[in-house]
């Protein structure tokens, strides 16, 4: 039952990440199309983070009062109705509340499918590691690479439909969680819904920084980042069709070198982060990488060639980042402190995201797509030396990160 378990977990989320990827290609260009205008297509991506903010701690009590397979399989059909919501919609009111209902259904996937997979093989008495299973981000690219190159197909045709493609596909899901998900082992919790489980991550992560200065430092460097990629994974398709005339299909093919390159950067991170010798140096020079690439797109007008070299290494660098802060932080944080600081840490990077997609959607909206990445350039530029005050771990130069 152990291999049964785990091959349908790595089925599902292959197949999840191949029919989120088909919308990844033309999100924006279809909002686009909709009439809306960049600061609008920012507010509704707004309404999803606020929306999983909102719902994590109150769809986790689901999953404990009706079981994690209940609750993926209610994910997966709330995730149905939300891209259905996308694809009859027509206004941005619409896709608010698209959002809002797949923020739902993504909090109660997320969690609950990591818990079923680890009490499902307890239960089955598996001996083996989970390093090796919860290795999703090679599933995830490959899935994804696939999925937004058939988006990009069926969209040549009618931007609405990669949404009913992608809405048929989680349908399908929710019966292979129905079907072929087992539980038996699952007993009913006590169900509470509460705020303090937040207040809690938030106190205790708060004292905790406050004594570890190099840790909180590093979660404001990781909210900082989030909010700087936000102008660029946004108005990346829109700039291009608008200034390099690309076709729905090459945008396709843009963002599968999107992915390779992302995918690239991460399995260079170990070489990376040896050659540096410390993991803040390694970070540091990526970072300067990725601000640079930023802001030769914000300042200059380029032609094609230029313009896709420096947009896909500031992907690559990106790519190296994630591994790299991963370590950094891990690094630093006490066993019987970690699962509070890392929940502290995602949320700060929510806040950074949302904050970003504001900011950088009015001056979009105000001034131009590049302008938005010149700040942001800018902005990553700055909050490096920043950074540099962050003291080193204590570890050999020669560490690698975690993937």
Same mark, same amino acid.
């Given at each position: 039952?152990?291999?049964?378990?785990?091959?349908?977990?790595?089925?599902?989320?292959?197949?999840?990440?191949?029919?989120?990827?088909?919308?990844?290609?033309?999100?924006?260009?279809?909002?686009?199309?909709?009439?809306?205008?960049?600061?609008?297509?920012?507010?509704?991506?707004?309404?999803?983070?606020?929306?999983?903010?909102?719902?994590?701690?109150?769809?986790?009590?689901?999953?404990?009062?009706?079981?994690?397979?209940?609750?993926?399989?209610?994910?997966?059909?709330?995730m149905t109705l939300s891209f259905l919501v996308y694809?009859?919609?027509?206004?941005?009111?619409?896709?608010?509340?698209?959002?809002?209902?797949?923020?739902?259904?993504?909090?109660?996937?997320?969690?609950?499918?990591?818990?079923?997979?680890?009490?499902?093989?307890?239960?089955?008495?598996?001996?083996?590691?989970?390093?090796?299973?919860?290795?999703?981000?090679?599933?995830?690219?490959?899935?994804?690479?696939?999925?937004?190159?058939?988006?990009?197909?069926?969209?040549?045709?009618?931007?609405?439909?990669?949404?009913?493609?992608?809405?048929?596909?989680?349908?399908?899901?929710?019966?292979?969680?129905?079907?072929?998900? &087992?539980?038996?082992?699952?007993?009913?919790?006590?169900?509470?819904?509460?705020?303090?489980?937040?207040?809690?991550?938030?106190?205790?992560?708060?004292?905790?920084?406050?004594? &570890?200065?190099?840790?909180?430092?590093?979660?404001?460097?990781?909210?900082?980042?989030?909010?700087?990629?936000?102008?660029?994974?946004?108005?990346?398709?829109?700039?291009?069709?608008?200034?390099?005339?690309?076709?729905?299909?090459?945008?396709?093919?843009?963002?599968?070198?999107?992915?390779?390159?992302?995918?690239?950067?991460?399995?260079?991170?170990?070489?990376?982060?040896?050659?540096?010798?410390?993991?803040?140096?390694?970070?540091?020079?990526?970072?300067?990488?990725?601000?640079?690439?930023?802001?030769?797109?914000?300042?200059?007008?380029?032609?094609?060639?230029?313009?896709?070299?420096?947009?896909?290494?500031?992907?690559?660098?990106?790519?190296?980042?994630?591994?790299?802060?991963?370590?950094?932080?891990?690094?630093?944080?006490?066993?019987?402190?970690?699962?509070?600081?890392?929940?502290?840490?995602?949320?700060?990077?929510?806040?950074?995201?949302?904050?970003?997609?504001?900011?950088?959607?009015?001056?979009?909206?105000?001034?131009?797509?590049?302008?938005?990445?010149?700040?942001?350039?800018?902005?990553?530029?700055?909050?490096?030396?920043?950074?540099?005050?962050?003291?080193?771990? &204590?570890?050999?130069?020669? &560490?690698?990160?975690?993937?």
């Amino acid at each position: 039952m152990s291999k049964r378990t785990i091959f349908i977990f790595i089925l599902f989320s292959f197949l999840m990440n191949f029919f989120l990827g088909i919308l990844f290609t033309t999100y924006s260009v279809f909002l686009k199309e909709k009439s809306l205008n960049l600061l609008e297509m920012n507010l509704v991506n707004f309404s999803y983070m606020a929306g999983i903010v909102l719902f994590e701690i109150p769809t986790g009590a689901i999953a404990d009062l009706w079981g994690r397979k209940r609750s993926v399989a209610l994910g997966c059909l709330v995730m149905t109705l939300s891209f259905l919501v996308y694809f009859k919609g027509s206004s941005l009111g619409f896709f608010i509340l698209a959002e809002l209902i797949g923020a739902f259904g993504s909090t109660c996937i997320n969690g609950a499918l990591e818990a079923w997979v680890v009490d499902s093989l307890a239960h089955y008495q598996y001996q083996g590691g989970l390093d090796r299973i919860f290795r999703r981000e090679e599933i995830k690219q490959v899935a994804i690479l696939f999925g937004c190159l058939l988006g990009a197909f069926i969209a040549q045709s009618n931007l609405s439909l990669p949404w009913l493609f992608a809405a048929i596909g989680f349908a399908i899901l929710s019966i292979l969680v129905i079907v072929f998900f &087992k539980e038996e082992y699952f007993q009913k919790s006590q169900i509470k819904f509460s705020l303090e489980p937040i207040k809690k991550i938030a106190s205790e992560s708060i004292q905790f920084g406050w004594k &570890k200065r190099s840790i909180m430092g590093l979660m404001v460097f990781g909210s900082i980042l989030a909010l700087v990629v936000q102008p660029l994974n946004m108005y990346w398709n829109i700039y291009s069709q608008d200034n390099y005339h690309f076709s729905i299909m090459e945008l396709g093919f843009l963002f599968a070198g999107i992915s390779i390159l992302g995918y690239l950067g991460s399995l260079a991170s170990k070489g990376w982060s040896r050659y540096f010798g410390q993991e803040k140096n390694s970070i540091i020079a990526s970072q300067l990488i990725t601000a640079a690439a930023i802001l030769v797109l914000g300042f200059f007008r380029l032609d094609l060639a230029p313009y896709l070299s420096f947009f896909l290494l500031h992907e690559l660098s990106r790519g190296l980042i994630k591994p790299l802060y991963r370590n950094c932080l891990n690094q630093r944080i006490k066993s019987a402190n970690r699962a509070t600081v890392l929940s502290f840490d995602s949320m700060i990077k929510t806040g950074g995201s949302a904050l970003g997609l504001i900011i950088m959607g009015l001056i979009a909206n105000r001034f131009s797509i590049q302008a938005a990445w010149m700040v942001s350039g800018l902005i990553l530029l700055i909050s490096i030396p920043f950074f540099l005050g962050i003291k080193n771990g &204590k570890t050999k130069a020669n &560490k690698t990160p975690l993937n």
